[in-house]
């Protein structure tokens, strides 16, 4: 089965602080992505990449970057947490887009800004 | 930009009763469409993916459909039972087959033993 891993499912950060949500998978997907999901919002494409040291936005990149060293892992990185990054964040993989594979997401990872 | 409509919101039925749940888009140039479940506090998983050349897939209990010209997708589950309690959210990814998923906010279906 195809195992998307995210290393922290809760954690409580104070403002300002960084942030590192580590994402891990390991069906050699090309893609990774990165999303957060609020209440009446739904999902948002923070960022995504399509290859190693690869990146490109999403829709809401603001206040974000990532970082892919190796395939398996895109990491998350918030460098400066403020009260309204308090969401549940959610990593993804696929494979090549135009395959129409279908897309593997983690369990998610909840984080609370204080 | 692609805009993906789940209604309604919530919906409570009683075990055994079929159901559907109802998803519409407004870009009908979509490469496939994928429905996920979501249980509360964790990911989602993919239960079915319609390319935008099928009208339809099957899986288990579950039957999805899509209609691409009107911009609508259904869900028809059979014989409902309490652990298909969950939300459910469908997701379209762009013709252009850009990476980016686009996602309605889900339908969160109680299933009433």
């Known amino acids: 089965d195809v195992k998307v891993t995210q290393s922290s499912r809760y954690l409580v950060k104070r403002t300002g602080e960084k942030v590192f949500l580590e994402c891990v998978q390991d069906?050699?997907?090309?893609?990774m992505f990165w999303y957060r999901q609020d209440p009446g919002l739904g999902l948002r494409l923070i960022y995504f990449?399509?290859?190693?040291?690869?990146?490109e936005k999403g829709d809401i990149p603001e206040g974000y970057s990532v970082s892919r060293e190796k395939k398996e892992r895109f990491s998350l990185i918030l460098e400066s947490a403020s009260t309204n990054q308090t969401s549940m964040y959610l990593c993804?993989?696929?494979?090549?887009?135009?395959?129409?594979?279908?897309?593997?997401f983690g369990e998610g990872s909840w984080l609370t800004v204080v | 930009k692609q805009e993906v409509t789940q209604i309604p919101a919530a919906l409570s039925v009683p075990e055994g009763e079929n159901l559907v749940l109802n998803c519409s888009f407004t870009?009908?140039?979509?490469?496939?469409l994928q429905w996920f479940r979501q249980d509360p506090g964790k990911g989602l998983t993919s239960l079915l993916l319609?390319?935008?050349?099928?009208r339809e897939q099957t899986s288990g209990r579950l039957n999805a459909s899509l209609d691409k010209s009107s911009g609508r997708s259904t869900l028809y589950i059979a014989a409902s039972q309490p652990g298909d309690s969950a939300t459910y959210l469908c997701?379209?990814?762009?013709?252009?087959?850009?990476?980016?998923?686009?996602f309605g906010t889900g339908t969160r279906l109680t299933v009433i033993p």
């Open positions: 993804a993989s696929s494979f090549t887009p135009n395959s129409g594979n279908t897309i593997y």
């Open positions: 069906m050699d997907h090309e893609n």
């Open positions: 990449s399509y290859d190693v040291k690869m990146k």
């Open positions: 870009d009908s140039a979509i490469y496939n």
């Open positions: 319609i390319q935008s050349s099928q």
């Open positions: 997701a379209v990814r762009p013709g252009t087959g850009a990476n980016n998923l686009f």
